[in-house]
C-alpha cells in the first residue's frame, strides 16, 4: 500500500521575489503497531519552521491496528488546508512486511529520493520545535561537519519533558573503535535527534539492514570512519519514557554487536577503551585524540558557534554514575525495547 502528496505554502519565494536554494530534509519513521504515539511524532515533523523542504516518509511494517488509516488521515489533513510553516512538504507513507526497525528505515529512505540532511524518528519519539532550523544553520555554516547530535532528553509517557540531561563527549576516535556499548563505556549514542548530511550515509552504505537491535551502533560506528561527531548544546527530540519497558536483554544487543566486528576490531576496541580510560583530564584526552566539538547558539552573539568540550569525568567517575543514570542504563534498555516492538514475531 503507498501513499504519497506534496504541498507548499502559497509563498515559496525569497526577499526578492525569486525562488530560494533551501535544502531539504529526508525523515523516516519505521512503525509497526505503534499508532498510540504516531500523531504527535507526525505532528512534530510537519510543523518544523523554516527555509527548508522536508520529505517525510512513514514505512509500516504490516500493522494491523489501524495505522495505516491513521496514515491516509495525515495524507487528506497535509493536502488540504493544514498550515505549511516550511518550503515545502512531500508526505509519504508504505506498507509492507520488512525485517525490522532497520531494514524498514533503509526501504523509507530508498523511496525518497535525493536530499541533504538525513534523520529518522521513531514511532513515539518527537523532534522539539525548531529541531530542523537548528540544524540546517549549522550544517550550512559549517561546512566541515557532517553529522550532530541532540543534547539527550527524555519525556514522560504523557509527553510531559523530563530534565535536562548533562552534555558528554563523544569523540571520534572512540566511536569509530565501538566503545559506547555500555561495557567498554557506560554511555550510549541516542538515536533521536541524530541527523547526518546525505554524502555521508552514502558514503557508509547506509543501515545494515541484517541487524536486528544494533544496527544504529554499527551506523555510528562507520560514520565515526568519516568525521567527527558534534554535539549540539541544544535538545533536538525527545525519547519516550514508557512503563514496561526494560524487559529487553542488553545482552543481545551487545552480542549482535562483537559478531560483527572483526579480530582486529575487537582488539583495537580494548586498546581504545584503556586510552579513553588513561585520559582522564582535558589536556589528556586532547593528547590521546579524544576531542569532542560542541555546536552551541550564541544567539545574542552571532548564532551557532562550535567549541571544544572541554571536560569529560574520568571513565571511572562515569562508571560509578552508570547504576543511577536514566541516559545509560535506561537509555540501553529503552531503546532496545523499542526495536523489539518492530520486530516481525
Not at 583530564?281 to 552571532?302: H, I, Q
Request: charged share 25%; glycine share 8%.
Amino acid at each position: 500500500m503507498l501513499g504519497s502528496l506534496r504541498r507548499s505554502p502559497d509563498a515559496a519565494l525569497g526577499q526578492t521575489g525569486q525562488p530560494s536554494v533551501r535544502p531539504t530534509f529526508l525523515i523516516v519513521t519505521p512503525v509497526f503497531n505503534g499508532r498510540t504515539f504516531l500523531d504527535e511524532t507526525i505532528l512534530s515533523v510537519v510543523t518544523q519552521a523554516g527555509p527548508f523542504s522536508i520529505r517525510y516518509h512513514v514505512q509500516d511494517g504490516g500493522s494491523s491496528d489501524g495505522t495505516l488509516d491513521l496514515l491516509e488521515r495525515w495524507s487528506e489533513r497535509l493536502s488540504g488546508d493544514f498550515p505549511i510553516v516550511c518550503n515545502d512538504i512531500e508526505f509519504s507513507y508504505a506498507s509492507a512486511v520488512d525485517g525490522g526497525l532497520y531494514d524498514a528505515v533503509n526501504k523509507g529512505f530508498g523511496r525518497m529520493g535525493d536530499g541533504d540532511f538525513m534523520s529518522w524518528i521513531n514511532a513515539d519519539d518527537r523532534y522539539q520545535q525548531g529541531a530542523f532550523a537548528s540544524v540546517a544553520q549549522i550544517f550550512q555554516k559549517f561546512s566541515d561537519v557532517r553529522w550532530i547530535a541532540s543534547r539527550p532528553a527524555f519525556m514522560s509517557e504523557a509527553g510531559a519533558q523530563g530534565e535536562l540531561l548533562d552534555l558528554r563527549s563523544f569523540p571520534q576516535k572512540a566511536i569509530a573503535a565501538a566503545i559506547f556499548d555500555g561495557r567498554f563505556s557506560p554511555l550510549f549514542l541516542q538515536q533521536e535527534g541524530m541527523f547526518w548530511r546525505a554524502s555521508l550515509w552514502r558514503a557508509v552504505g547506509g543501515l545494515n539492514g541484517a541487524m536486528r537491535l544494533a544496527g544504529d551502533f554499527d551506523l555510528w560506528r562507520r560514520f565515526a570512519q568519516h568525521s567527527d561527531l558534534v554535539m549540539t548544546d541544544a535538545v533536538l527530540a525527545l525519547f519516550r519514557f514508557r512503563e514496561g519497558q526494560l524487559s529487553t536483554s542488553i545482552e543481545k544487543y551487545q552480542k549482535e554487536i562483537d559478531d560483527v566486528l572483526g579480530p582486529d576490531e575487537m582488539a583495537r576496541r580494548i586498546e581504545a577503551a584503556e586510552a579513553f580510560r588513561a585520559a582522564v583530564t582535558p589536556e589528556a584526552a586532547r593528547e590521546a585524540g579524544f576531542v569532542c566539538r560542541v555546536a552551541k547558539n550564541l544567539v545574542p552573539a552571532g548564532g551557532w558557534q562550535l567549541v571544544r568540550l572541554q571536560e569529560r569525568p574520568a571513565l571511572e567517575k562515569q562508571l560509578a554514575e552508570f547504576k543511577q543514570s536514566r541516559w545509560t542504563k535506561l537509555g540501553g534498555l529503552l531503546r532496545l525495547t523499542k526495536l523489539r516492538a518492530h520486530l516481525q514475531e
